[in-house]
């Protein structure tokens, strides 16, 4: 079911078939340099979910991360088969099945998994050892997103005891992630979700430690607040994803964000398909080119396409309105759109076209486009 | 790119690996009989956007369909391939390499296209006639959606006569869909709005007639309101997509309307795999496993999940609020959750699982998946 190449390398980027999922070059690279500077001290890991893309995450580790997070077990078997030796899975995994294809992977690379529930950990624990695998384990942590983990304090330490009977289980420390801290608009929210979080963390910490477990790890974080876990002398990786390719939802909290300094590079080109009344043009890229869950596409405003805005789309059409006071778009004239949130975007494309200097310099496969189990 | 397949044949439905796309036989095949019944005497082409699976194009094929409806040309190459022999692209398509990926299908298949521009008629028939081809053309009539198309009346004439000096081009006919008609609320706004949009079709139509030229079909109608279209006097041929599968947002719809008598069929089976809170767990399925563009999923009240609500999403997990006056969900355990919008949401997956008595019967490649060109 894999579709279509949309160009070919050397091709001028007018040659591209819309819609396509571009990375322009330049702005990318920028953003895996400030990252790659920025986190110099740290461990940075960062998450594959957003690209699942093997040719990017071997970019990232040859600019220095340590690894690469997934969210799931078929992700990482994507991303192992493409060479990466250190892949976290920051998600619980409790289906049989599952356990066993992650014990397998652990004879391939360092696997680690998420664990959140008691009666979880002899299943890991057993499966490792008949694999004759170790598997580290990090017990998650709800530090104020309210999604998985167990609460600070006493249950954290209760699972990671747990996880120490187990031969097969290393335990490596606490994963601590706020996700909903990463998209508040304001920064000083987003400042004391992190500082509320990192109490927690803390605190969690200390209480391992005091029991006499090494806590090697604490990891977390994401582009909407890396900086601030950087900061906080509690986290020791950082798990940021988004960065590399930036979206529409992101891009609204860069003022006054020196942590959101990166810069679009991810794009939807669009194709106008119909001009069908003054005011009004119809591209080709619609609910299944874009995830709308973020809000609409924006229109890249350095592309010339003042005036034109993204304000509809059906499942295969977009409805552009076009100001009055600009030239009319032309059909099949491409415009570049920013979409809404980037990770479930690129999770509708198979490839990603990288282009430089208005030419396509590679096209990428997503090879863990659609990996959900 | 293709990801692995989450069930085998013969498996129990207990089996199949979380998230996966669930297609329920017995209500899905009562929701092809029931369209087929009540289309006899008019032209069914299904819209296959909806499934993007040739198993299902035919089996809609067998039940009597005359062809089926695709959005984009990379559709309409897949399902050709498969051995669907009519399909009309109800789409304008401008871009070069299209067209010639159109004029070739069109030597293998009956194709159809839609236009809107007197501009590209001119490129549409010289691409035909170099490829020894015949492509039908329909004129897009806008009666209603604000999307693409040319107005009714002499605009429509001015492109039918362009199309008729096409040696290579065939005018089948009008098509005049009213897509945001299938989605509003109320019964009686259905109504009216194809009442509109038929007076439009009806007028335009008869002016074709009227300057000697033949216009055999008028197409068009969704599962919000084909029954009026059907019973309008004025289409003879009728487009439904969804009403294989149903979503959330056209069951809510359902009271009141007899035009939308068709049956959930459609379901994502998610896993629990977090239950770190009493009154919340977690699924995994998130953003990437639905389309939210039309709401969150609904959990299947059939199945003895009352008291459960799918209320939130991330990328790759979906929050459950669970009612303190029922029993707790387990670890493992399956909800069957019925997506808000099908036709983006089938788009994120390469099989469609479809099972009988609790017992996968065949997995069904998602062949268009991802074809977006």
């Known amino acids: 079911m894999a579709q279509r190449r949309p160009a070919r390398v050397g091709d001028p980027v007018d040659a591209i078939e819309t819609p396509a999922l571009v990375v322009d070059l330049d702005p990318f690279e920028r953003n895996l340099a400030t990252m790659?500077?920025?986190t110099q001290g740290i461990r940075l890991r960062p998450h594959a979910k957003s690209h699942k893309c093997p040719e990017i995450?071997?970019?990232?580790m040859a600019r220095g991360a340590v690894g690469i997070c997934c969210q799931k077990t078929d992700?990482?078997?994507?991303?192992?088969?493409?060479?990466?030796?250190?892949?976290?899975?920051t998600n619980e995994v409790v289906a049989p099945a599952k356990i066993e294809r992650l014990a397998t992977l652990a004879r391939?690379?360092?696997?680690?998994?998420?664990?959140?529930?008691?009666s979880c950990v002899p299943l890991l624990g057993s499966v490792a050892a008949r694999a004759s695998a170790v598997i580290d384990a990090y017990v998650e942590v709800d530090v104020g997103a309210g999604r998985c983990g167990v609460p600070p304090g006493p249950p954290a330490l209760a699972l990671v005891e747990a996880i120490a009977r187990e031969p097969a289980l290393r335990f490596r420390g606490l994963h601590?992630?706020?996700?909903?801290?990463?998209?508040?608009?304001?920064?000083?929210?987003?400042?004391a979700a992190i500082a509320s979080a990192a109490r927690d963390a803390r605190a969690t910490r200390a209480l391992i430690e005091g029991a006499g477990i090494a806590c090697d790890i604490v990891t977390g974080a994401g582009t909407g607040t890396w900086q601030h876990e950087r900061d906080s002398g509690v986290w020791n990786e950082l798990q940021p994803g988004s960065y590399v390719f930036m979206d529409a939802d992101y891009l609204r909290n860069v003022a006054d964000a020196p942590e959101l300094r990166f810069e679009p590079s991810l794009f939807v080109l669009a194709g106008v398909m119909s001009t069908p009344a003054p005011g009004r043009a119809i591209v080709d890229a619609g609910l299944k080119a874009f995830s709308f869950d973020s809000g609409l596409?924006?229109?890249?405003a350095r592309r010339g396409s003042a005036g034109v805005e993204y304000v509809k789309a059906s499942d295969e059409h977009g409805v552009l309105s076009v100001a009055a006071t600009r030239a009319p778009l032309a059909l099949g004239e491409r415009l570049w759109l920013v979409p809404g949130h980037c990770d479930p975007t690129v999770n509708l494309y198979d490839y990603i076209v990288a282009v430089r200097d208005g030419t396509v310099a590679a096209l990428w496969p997503v090879e863990a486009r659609g990996a959900l189990g």
Chains 1, 2 share one sequence.
């Open 75 to 89: 992700e990482a078997a994507a991303f192992i088969a493409a060479g990466i030796r250190d892949v976290l899975v």
């Open 57 to 60: 995450a071997r970019m990232q």
């Open 108 to 118: 391939e690379a360092t696997v680690g998994v998420l664990v959140d529930a008691l």
């Open 176 to 191: 601590a992630y706020h996700g909903p801290a990463q998209h508040l608009r304001a920064p000083a929210e987003r400042r």
């Open 36 to 38: 790659a500077q920025a």
């Open 297 to 300: 596409p924006q229109v890249h």
